[in-house]
């Protein structure tokens, strides 16, 4: 099991010695974690889990809002328009940090590097390949010989025009020489539900929440996007390792504030999600759902935002990807 905690363990406890007395004080009154994508879906299954934790940690509730929509930009825009005192914060994704900012089509009403306050990393994910069961498809190479004989025939479903779901796919199409045709939906579950109905044939996603349709048969499994694969599903390889030695695609969630949130309350959320993700049954938990336990400082995180976005926007162009 893939949990490495030492590091982070000393981080926190070095971290929590540190918090300024007013973070201290802070929070006198109920959070609102806002989650910008659908109940039910990988997002929300994590987001839960952190409001619950976060909400034991301080001593307050944390309640989960779902606001969805333009992949998760509308729930970001309201947070970066909240009073910068700590008890609205985000969700924050790759998607909205790395990849809108540099996706053409896309009119932010917000600055991500100013209006947004980076806190931590929560985790990353384990994210795949998976078909309908109605296909014979069993390998990555299976996929791509299939397209490239039937071409613009295949489709992949993604939770959006421009989303993750969908740069993963543009990536592994670019790379195979194949085309095939995109099915955007408003989020990961209802795109989901139609793999699962046979209407649309595969899809790139995160293993938190495609996990309870693997087990139950409903989809099959092809290739995990990055190394090393998951332990819960043993015997699933890497699409790296099944002829395109080149792909990788990676994802993270984790934490943001408005933008002039006070720096210290900032770090004081980076010491309890530092904290949380430590936790020896949390981590389990974390890797049994399809996550990697990750924390880690604020400019960490900044690093690893700036670096994705290098990264997509090379993806974005040379597949002349556009939002709707």
Excluded at 261 to 284: D, G, K, S
Aim: proline share 8%.
């Amino acid at each position: 099991m893939r949990i490495c905690l030492k590091g982070s363990i000393v981080l926190a406890a070095l971290l929590v010695s540190s918090i300024p007395a007013k973070a201290q004080r802070w929070p006198t009154q109920p959070i609102m974690l806002v989650n910008g994508f659908p109940p039910g879906g990988g997002a929300d299954i994590l987001a839960r889990l952190v409001a619950a934790r976060l909400s034991q940690n301080l001593g307050q509730a944390v309640s989960v809002d779902n606001r969805t929509g333009a992949n998760g930009l509308i729930a970001a825009a309201a947070v970066a328009a909240a009073r910068p005192d700590g008890y609205t914060i985000l969700l924050y994704t790759m998607s909205m940090a790395s990849t809108a900012p540099v996706m053409p089509g896309v009119t932010l009403t917000f600055d991500p590097d100013k209006d947004l306050a980076p806190a931590v990393i929560i985790a990353g994910l384990d994210n795949l390949l998976y078909v309908a069961n109605k296909t014979p498809f069993r390998t990555v190479r299976d996929i791509v010989d299939y397209a490239r004989a039937n071409p613009d025939t295949l489709t992949y479903g993604s939770s959006g025009v421009g989303s993750s779901y969908q740069l993963w796919a543009a990536q592994f199409t670019s790379m195979a020489g194949i085309r095939m045709l995109h099915v955007p939906f408003r989020g990961g579950p209802p795109a989901i539900a139609e793999i699962i109905a046979g209407r649309v044939d595969m899809m790139f996603g995160n293993l938190a929440e495609i996990l309870p349709h693997i087990r139950s048969g409903a989809v099959r499994p092809i290739a995990f996007t990055s190394t090393p694969p998951s332990p819960v599903l043993p015997g699933v390889p890497i699409i790296a390792e099944s002829g395109l030695p080149e792909f990788r695609a990676d994802n993270w969630f984790g934490i943001a504030a408005p933008g002039r949130t006070p720096q210290e309350i900032v770090e004081r959320l980076n010491v309890e999600i530092n904290r949380i993700v430590a936790t020896p049954n949390v981590a389990e938990q974390l890797v049994g759902l399809g996550y990697q336990p990750r924390g880690g400082s604020i400019e960490a995180m900044r690093e690893t935002i700036l670096r994705d976005r290098a990264k997509w926007k090379a993806v974005i162009a040379a597949n002349n990807i556009r939002a709707e």
